[in-house]
Structures are given as structure tokens and as C-alpha cells.
T-cell receptor
Framework: EAQVTQNPRYLITVTGKKLTVTCSQN?????MSWYRQDPGLGLRQIYY???????DKGDVPEGYKVSRKEKRNFPLILESPSPNQTSLYFCASRKHGNEQYFGPGTRLTVT | SQQGEEDPQALSIQEGENATMNCSYKTSINNLQWYRQNSGRGLVHLILIRSNEREKHSGRLRVTLDTSKKSSSLLITASRAADTASYFC??????????????FGQGTILTVHP
């Protein structure tokens, strides 16, 4: 089944404790993205990647890192999480010019 | 800043009525896409319309695109309670520094009352 998977689905952590949210897709898509969704602010792009080893900042990249060492994986790294990074995070992938497939979301709480 | 801006922000209708949502954008696009999101879940792709298309249909969905006005609309006909969700437009930028970037608007919350 074609899908985007994210792990973990739920995470509660403390300020400053490094964490990684994994994302994987099995559709051989070139493009992958990370978004955060907050009430009243809609869906905002954090980082995106156009292919292996090619990444670029989205609209809200501060406090996040990504890497794209393999085509199928696009992990999101929070080196030192802060409470303002409490949010619902979505990973997504697509072929250039086509529709995007979203993961189920990761709900992160930073205390 | 967000490329696509949806209007209205919220829409409440009765089952059987039609729902129309609008999206405006600012730069040149390859295509425009509409997505649906049920509360707290991942977005699901509904329909994609390319910049050289003016109208597209999929079941009860009808999408129009006016590139001269940089706007699109999504019409859901004969709405059902199960259509209750948030609807987002997304623009696939053409050229420049945003090449290939898919940017979402803030969405329209649709509530369909049985």
C-alpha cells in the first residue's frame, strides 16, 4: 500500500531534550516536506527536499533540522525543543507537479 | 507568507445544499490543488487542476481556475454531513526560488448540518 509513515504519532517531551521524528514513504517520490499545523495559523511548511541531499527552508525553519540521505526517508530533528514547538506535525511526499500524500501526523507536546 | 488564501474561513450549511470555497494566490503556478482534512488527521488530496485548465470535475466536486485573477473555487454539490471537514487549497509554484514548493492556505472549515 502506497503510504507515508511517521513515528512517533504522539510525543511528550521536556524543553531541551533532542528528538527526532521519522518519516518514510514507499512511493519513490522525489519531493518530501515537513509541515506544522497550529490553530488559527493553518499549515506552515518547515522544510522541504527536492531530492536526496537537496533540502531547503520553508516558511518556519527556525529550531528544526532535516536530512535527506535516502530517497525514502526525511527525518525532522529538534535539537533543543521549546514549548513554542508544541504542534501537530505532518510529513508529506509527492512527485514533482503531482498531488501530495500526507502522513498521519505527530502530535508533539514540549513542556 | 502563505500563497493560497481561502475564503470564507468558515461555512455552515444544511445537508443537500451546495458549498463553495474560494482560493486566491499571488504568484505564477504550475497547478493548484485542493485537500480535505478531518479533525486532527492527515490531509487527503481531492483534486488537482493545472494552469492550462479552467475547470475540472470529480464526483460531486467541481473546481475552477482563473489564472488571470489568480483565483480558484471548489464547489461541493449536494453536500452531506460526512463532508464536514477543513478544506485547503495549495499552490505549486512555478519558477524562481519557490520552484516545486507546495504552499497551503489556512483553510475553510465546512460544517454540514444533517
Amino acid at each position: 500500500e502506497a503510504q507515508v509513515t511517521q513515528n512517533p504519532r504522539y510525543l511528550i517531551t521536556v524543553t531541551g531534550k533532542k528528538l527526532t521524528v521519522t518519516c518514510s514513504q514507499n512511493m519513490n517520490h522525489e519531493y518530501m516536506s515537513w509541515y506544522r499545523q497550529d490553530p488559527g495559523l493553518g499549515l506552515r511548511q518547515i522544510y522541504y527536499s527536492m531530492n536526496v541531499e537537496v533540502t531547503d527552508k520553508g516558511d518556519v525553519p527556525e529550531g528544526y533540522k532535516v536530512s535527506r540521505k535516502e530517497k525514502r526517508n526525511f527525518p525532522l530533528i529538534l535539537e533543543s525543543p521549546s514549548p513554542n514547538q508544541t504542534s501537530l506535525y505532518f510529513c508529506a511526499s509527492r512527485k514533482h507537479g503531482n498531488e501530495q500524500y500526507f502522513g498521519p501526523g505527530t502530535r508533539l507536546t514540549v513542556t | 507568507s502563505q500563497q493560497g488564501e481561502e475564503d470564507p474561513q468558515a461555512l455552515s450549511i444544511q445537508e443537500g445544499e451546495n458549498a463553495t470555497m474560494n482560493c486566491s494566490y499571488k504568484t505564477s503556478i504550475n497547478n493548484l490543488q485542493w485537500y480535505r482534512q478531518n479533525s486532527g488527521r492527515g490531509l487527503v488530496h481531492l483534486i488537482l487542476i493545472r494552469s492550462n485548465e479552467r475547470e475540472k470535475h470529480s464526483g460531486r466536486l467541481r473546481v475552477t481556475l482563473d489564472t488571470s485573477k489568480k483565483s480558484s473555487s471548489l464547489l461541493i454539490t449536494a453536500s452531506r454531513a460526512a463532508d464536514t471537514a477543513s478544506y485547503f487549497c495549495a499552490t505549486d509554484a512555478r519558477g524562481g526560488t519557490s520552484y516545486g514548493k507546495l504552499t497551503f492556505g489556512q483553510g475553510t472549515i465546512l460544517t454540514v448540518h444533517p
